[in-house]
């Protein structure tokens, strides 16, 4: 039975008063992997930002795993998005202070999870930084940081990942190795996976994509 994961419909969103955001109608079926392509200013960093309840859509509703976020208060949303989803911005955003392994924990924390040192361990391990558990993030190299960029987002068993522009920094070699982890990891625990990009190296191994173009009322 085709479970569906993602719903997002008649969603809008405006900055100004002026120019309103009118974005496609998406559905993902759970371990669907897809990419989102579309231009600078296209909007597609703003609409990841909507599927994850980062920012609240104007109209329409976003279903995730049969829960319309778009209905959820605050506090509730930020509970649901903690245990639900993982996302990987365009820049880390580490807490420097910390080590790899308390960033991780720390996500676990504010998810209203117990540490789990053994999933933080397995999941290093099968990105292969468990050598960096215990480096401040700044210490890594830029593809290690990727890595512990994808163990952040799935270290909760996230049902959905959302990934903003998770190549745009890498050269080919680079890109290769985070995309294939990053599908590996989705494919192995059954995660929906959407990538937002500008990449076009992208098209040559996702299946489903979805061509956004800026379109304003």
């Not at 759970?30 to 309840?53: F, I, M, P, Y």
């Not at 117990?114 to 700044?138: F, M, N, T, V, W």
């Not at 522009?165 to 590996?184: F, G």
């Amino acid at each position: 039975m085709i479970e569906r994961m993602l719903e997002a419909k008649n969603i809008t969103y405006s900055y100004t008063k002026r120019d309103t955001l009118i974005f496609p109608d998406i559905i993902c079926n759970r371990g669907d992997q897809w990419l989102l392509l579309g231009q600078s200013g296209s909007g597609k960093t703003t609409l990841l930002h909507l599927l994850a309840g980062l920012r609240r859509a104007q109209s329409g509703h976003i279903m995730i795993d049969g829960r319309d976020i778009t209905k959820m208060v605050d506090s509730s949303l930020d509970k649901f998005r903690g245990q639900n989803i993982g996302i990987i911005f365009q820049q880390s955003h580490f807490v420097k202070a910390i080590t790899v392994r308390e960033n991780l924990q720390l996500c676990q924390q504010l998810a209203g999870l117990k540490k789990d040192d053994q999933r933080i361990d397995q999941i290093l391990e099968r990105l292969g930084i468990a050598h960096k558990a215990d480096s401040k993030p700044h210490r890594l190299s830029v593809g290690e940081q990727q890595r512990a960029s994808i163990a952040r987002a799935i270290i909760n068993n996230p049902k959905l990942i959302l990934a903003d522009e998770p190549t745009s920094a890498l050269d080919d070699k680079h890109c290769d190795e985070v995309i294939s982890l990053l599908k590996e990891q989705a494919a192995q625990d059954n995660i929906t996976l959407l990538i937002v990009t500008h990449d076009n190296r992208l098209k040559s191994v996702f299946d489903k994509s979805v061509d956004l173009q800026k379109q304003l009322i």
